[in-house]
C-alpha cells in the first residue's frame, strides 16, 4: 500500500483546508484509513478514521463537528476537510491504513502498518 498526503498550507483561525490522500497497491484490503497528526514536541494524535469498505466514520473530540474524513467511490482516496480551523490544529497531518484492525483500535497508531509522508497544516491566530 502506498500513500500519498496533499493539501496542507497557511490558512488564518476560522479558516478552512481540504487533505488529500491518495491511494494505492492492495488498499481495497485495508480495514481502515486515517489521518493522525503530529505537532511539535508532542505525540502522534488520532483524529479520524473511516472503515474503508463500509465507511463509517470515527473521530476525535477534539475535531468533531468540525472536520470531515470521506473517501471517493472508486475507494482510492480519502480526504479530510478542515473548517473552524484553530491555532491548536497545527501539526503535521498524515495518513494512514490498516489492514488488520479492529474498530476499538482505530484511534490507535500502532494499528496502522502503512503511512504516508505527511502534510504541514499551519493555523495562525
Known amino acids: 500500500v502506498q500513500l500519498q498526503a496533499s493539501g496542507g498550507g497557511l490558512v488564518e483561525a476560522g479558516g478552512s483546508l481540504r487533505l488529500s490522500c491518495a491511494a494505492s497497491g492492495r488498499i481495497n484490503s485495508a480495514r481502515a484509513v486515517a489521518w493522525f497528526r503530529q505537532a511539535p514536541g508532542r505525540e502522534r494524535e488520532f483524529v479520524a478514521a473511516?472503515?474503508?469498505?463500509?465507511?463509517?466514520?470515527y473521530y476525535a473530540n477534539s475535531v468533531k463537528g468540525r472536520f470531515t474524513i470521506s473517501r471517493n467511490n472508486a475507494k482510492t482516496t480519502m480526504y479530510l476537510q478542515m473548517n473552524s480551523l484553530k491555532p491548536e490544529d497545527t501539526a503535521v497531518y498524515y495518513c494512514?491504513?490498516?489492514?488488520?484492525?479492529?474498530?476499538?483500535?482505530?484511534?490507535?497508531?500502532?494499528?496502522?502498518?502503512?503511512w504516508g509522508q505527511g502534510t504541514q497544516v499551519t493555523v495562525s491566530s
Open positions: 473511516i472503515k474503508w469498505s463500509g465507511g463509517h466514520t
Open positions: 494512514a491504513a490498516a489492514m488488520h484492525a479492529i474498530v476499538s483500535s482505530f484511534s490507535s497508531s500502532g494499528a496502522y502498518e502503512y
